[in-house]
């Protein structure tokens, strides 16, 4: 006899998971279909979290090997455990799906291990790679695959040689050369790591600034910092090629942008960093007639609905920024309106963060989106330089920047570069969520010394003035 259940959720990331949780919190009976061995997703599994195992940890090699004196702490130059800091990395992920796997448990949500698709209204289909299949037969559906990692055309992708992050986050050695093809996010994440670790980094980026969607004033700013940490940049340029060579080595030949000379250079390692794209094969969509956009996503509309009754879509399958915490947000809300109820997701406020060092975190419209737009605001703008705590951390680089609407003095935006900016953005983003002033920031109290003090002293910029400059 087939399962019957009111919710199949095809995908275990953050969206597909927390769906799945609060569909069962509201009563359904809810399976998830992964086809991998563990539940979490690109995120938990090869994402967001191992990177972030590596990212804290290179810092520390980092801080240990060139900041400690200035503290006052002498000891002999670290030497690098790779195999250990990996181990660390790999005891992370095993945390967190071990704790998808609780959650699933503690809320009766029955797992499916293999491929899912669906076969018609109502079933899906799952497919293991051993054994004979099985159908689930569900009220609803919801697609939460993500995304896989975006190649350009003629590279090759081995993840050893020429890697996605995926590889990029299990290389055995440190690479003397590194290529990084694209400066967003997951490449000056990826990037700083290696970097840290001893590799000679260069980032080669088609567009002429860094980080695409961050505050130009920001990324410039940005970009001063990781030069001076030894990462080299190449911008208005492209890759148009890479030869793996007979002694392990790669040559890659790069073009300006606009047309030129090509140069040729060779590494050790080749990062390829230049986005994501939805992943959709092999769910049946062309069978039930769901439909996709011009870029592969699948097509919802304001409740996650396709247009296929019964089948909802979240998460990197659909519009939008391919974030977790937005995965998630949605994975609430759809849950919530298959119940009845009105989730509901407020995509001008979800803040973005790049783990760098410093941290870059950012909520809101950017200024350069105001000028655009042609809404008049006003800049509160305040730098760690003037803040004692960061002066006490040897953090001092970076600033806080917000923008208010000049009439009203709503906040609309805002930007800091600091360490542990990934923390602080979450008070400007709970302003905005209220709607709230930059004067309703400026009147709170922030405990002293504390770094988050600098954001109170940028919301008074946007009235009479800063207190400590």
């Known amino acids: 006899m087939a399962d019957t259940f009111d919710l199949t959720v095809i995908g275990s990331g953050p969206g597909g998971y927390v769906a799945a949780i609060r569909a069962a919190q ?126 350009l055309p003629g590279i090759e992708v081995d993840e050893e040689r020429v890697v996605t992050s995926t590889g990029a986050l299990k290389l055995k050695q440190v690479p003397k050369r590194l290529l990084v093809i694209g400066a967003g996010i997951i490449g000056l994440e990826l990037g700083s790591v290696w970097a840290r670790l001893g590799a000679k980094v260069t980032v080669v980026e088609f567009l002429d600034r860094i980080v695409p969607g961050l505050d130009s004033e920001a990324a410039r700013q940005l970009n001063r ?23 392990g080595t790669i040559t890659a030949r790069l073009e300006p942008a606009a047309g030129g000379d090509m140069e040729l250079a060779e590494f050790d390692v080749a990062l390829v960093a230049v986005g994501r794209k939805p992943f959709t094969e092999g769910l049946g969509l062309d069978v039930v007639g769901v439909a996709l956009d011009e870029r592969g996503r699948v097509r919802t509309d304001g409740h996650y609905r396709t247009n296929v009754a019964g089948i909802y879509a979240i998460g990197d399958v659909i519009t939008g920024p391919m974030l977790a915490h937005k995965a998630e947000d949605e994975g609430i809300a759809v849950a919530e309106i298959i119940a009845g109820q009105a989730g509901h997701v407020n995509y001008g406020v979800i803040p973005s963060v790049l783990y760098t060092s410093p941290e870059v975190a950012w909520v809101g419209k950017s200024e350069d989106e105001l000028k655009a737009e042609g809404i008049e605001y006003k800049i509160g703008k305040f730098p760690f330089t003037a803040n004692g705590r960061a002066k006490a951390m040897l953090a001092t680089q970076g600033f806080v920047k917000i923008l208010a609407d000049v009439k009203t003095d709503r906040v609309l935006g805002g930007v800091i570069i600091s360490k542990s900016a990934g923390e602080m953005i979450h008070e400007i983003t709970v302003l905005m969520e209220f709607s709230g002033a930059a004067e309703d920031l400026a009147r709170t109290t922030h405990a002293h010394p504390t770094l988050s003090e600098a954001v109170r002293e940028a919301a008074l910029m946007c009235g009479d003035g800063a207190i400590h400059i």
């Open 26 to 151: 509201l009563g359904m009976k809810v399976a998830v279909v992964e086809k991998w061995a563990t539940h979490g997703g690109t995120c938990l599994n090869i994402g967001c979290i191992p990177s972030k195992a590596l990212l804290h940890a290179s810092e520390l090699f980092e801080e240990a090997g060139h900041s400690f004196k200035g503290f006052g702490i002498d000891i002999p130059a670290p030497t690098l455990n790779l195999p250990q800091m990996m181990q660390h990395k790999d005891d992370t992920v095993t945390a967190n799906v071990s704790g998808v796997d609780f959650l699933f448990k503690k809320n009766k949500i029955t797992p499916f291990r293999g491929v899912g698709s669906i076969g018609g209204p109502g079933k899906v289909l799952v497919t293991p790679e051993k054994g004979p299949g099985q159908t689930i037969e569900t009220k609803n559906i919801i697609i939460a695959t993500g995304s896989v990692s975006a190649n």
């Open 225 to 247: 910092m990781l030069q001076k940490q030894g990462l080299e940049f190449k911008l208005g340029t492209k890759v148009k090629s890479i030869d793996k060579n007979d002694n």
